[in-house]
């Protein structure tokens, strides 16, 4: 007993120095004057609110035969699964408090309506992540850009305050897991993978 006593001390210790070094990096965006991003990127942080530019690219994509259209349909599939896994679970157990965004001294400027969700894991992230993998998955010249774009909507929310960088890593980490799995079922469940349009 007293030895799992001290690993669960051992623990805590631990998660409380990366929540110390989580919460400096937060502060350390902040305090790094930024003008020429602080509307690009807000604006980013808001389009990503339930996936619409995920969706607004499976659109795009849609309208091709072949793999393209495949490709969006696995990509949001991974969306739904992140989606899913993020906000049903991972919130649910983690229960982490959004950052103080005044003690924390973000700038006005970069604020966007402040969820009422729990911090941990990023929602945003973990969809934007999810997406760009499942759609490379089908069109692996799409994973760069995709993969660009689902960093810089992570960097959005820590950016814009609503997020420490530890829930956009973690989002990032569930988002690429989970379009991972989507993508595999894709090719390996008969009637998914096998059978789909050819370009």
């Not at 929540?19 to 980013?44: H, I, N």
């Not at 530890?166 to 988002?175: F, I, P, R, S, T």
């Amino acid at each position: 007993m007293q030895a799992l006593t001290r690993w669960v001390l051992a623990g805590q210790r631990v998660v409380a120095d990366f929540s110390a070094v989580d919460e400096a990096v937060y502060v350390a965006v902040a305090a790094t004057p930024t003008p020429t991003l602080d509307k690009r990127l807000r604006q980013l942080s808001t389009a990503a609110n339930n996936s619409k530019v995920s969706i607004a690219v499976a659109c795009g994509l849609a309208l091709l035969p072949g793999r393209p259209r495949r490709a969006a349909l696995v990509g949001l599939g991974s969306v739904a699964v992140a989606s899913a896994a993020a906000n049903l679970l991972g919130k649910t157990l983690a229960r982490r408090p959004r950052p103080d965004r005044v003690g924390g001294k973000v700038p006005e400027a970069r604020h966007v309506p402040m969820p009422a969700s729990a911090s941990f894991p990023s929602g945003h992230t973990a969809s934007a992540f999810a997406f760009a993998t499942g759609v490379s998955s089908q069109l692996p010249w799409a994973a760069a850009p995709l993969g660009l774009l689902a960093a810089t909507v992570g960097y959005s929310r820590v950016h814009t305050g609503v997020h420490y960088p530890g829930d956009v890593v973690a989002g990032a980490l569930l988002g690429t897991v989970a379009g991972s799995v989507v993508a595999g079922l894709d090719a390996w469940v008969p009637g998914l993978g096998a059978g789909r349009d050819r370009p």
